[in-house]
Each structure stands twice: as C-alpha cells, then as structure tokens.
C-alpha cells in the first residue's frame, strides 16, 4: 500500500521546537520532490516548504524563513520538517506530500512554491498547536 504517514506533532509552548517527520511506505521517495502543507479551519491549505529529489533544492514560504529546515533522508524514506522558535501562528494539521520527478526533469530540479494540484501522494496529517 502507497501512502506517507506524519509524525512529530504535538502541543508546544511559544518559541519551542518540533520535528516532523514525513516517512513513504509501498514506495521509494528517491524519485519524488516532497512538500509540506499547513491548514487552519476555514483556510486554505498553505505550501509551507518543497525540497528537490536531490536535497539540494528548497524552498520556504516567507513566514517561516529562518525558523523551518526541510531536510530528507532517502535511505530511510523520510523527509524532515525541523520547526524552531515556534509562535502560535504556527498552529495547524500539517500533511507531507509527495511528485514524482520524470527523469527529463531531474537534471537541475529546483523547487518553487508547492502546489497542492502538483503532488500526488498526501499525508494524513499530523496537529501542531502552539500556544501562547
């Protein structure tokens, strides 16, 4: 069975870290470029942070420049999401997903702002809660 499963959420005080932790099952991530996703109740799902098939592309949304780093571990099927000096804006399921990276575009792949449409593998979700 094909599917990403989140862990590392949980309930922190303002300025506090966490570390989620994205980690593929039925398939091999090597191939795919991962996002991560925050959503609030009656918001959109926002694309927090994208990393390359490679690790050696990334990108964050400004919000939380300086305070994530997505990181990834093929080896071990699992994509990180390190989150430091957490505020309570910051409160949200976050999903994982998963694109699979055709090989025509694998040399030099960069990523840009995730897109939800674009990935095609989705996480359950894991709560982060912040508080004040």
């Known amino acids: 069975q094909v599917q990403l499963v989140e862990s590392g959420g949980g309930l922190v005080q303002s300025g506090g870290s966490l570390r989620l932790s994205c980690t593929a099952s039925?398939?091999?991530?090597?191939?795919?470029?991962v996002g991560w996703f925050r959503q609030t109740p009656g918001k959109d799902r926002e694309g927090v942070s994208s990393i390359s098939f490679e690790d050696v592309s990334t990108y964050y949304v400004d919000s939380v420049k300086g305070r994530f780093t997505i990181s990834r571990d093929n080896a071990k099927k699992t994509v990180f999401l390190q989150m430091n000096s957490l505020k309570p804006e910051d409160t949200a399921v976050y999903y994982c997903?998963?694109?699979?990276?055709?090989?025509?575009?694998?040399?030099?792949?960069?990523?840009?702002?995730?897109?939800?449409?674009?990935?095609?593998?989705w996480g359950q979700g894991t709560q982060v809660t912040v508080s004040s």
């Open positions: 997903a998963a694109k699979y990276i055709p090989p025509r575009l694998r040399r030099g792949h960069t990523v840009l702002a995730p897109r939800e449409n674009e990935y095609e593998f």
């Open positions: 039925g398939f091999s991530l090597e191939y795919y470029g």
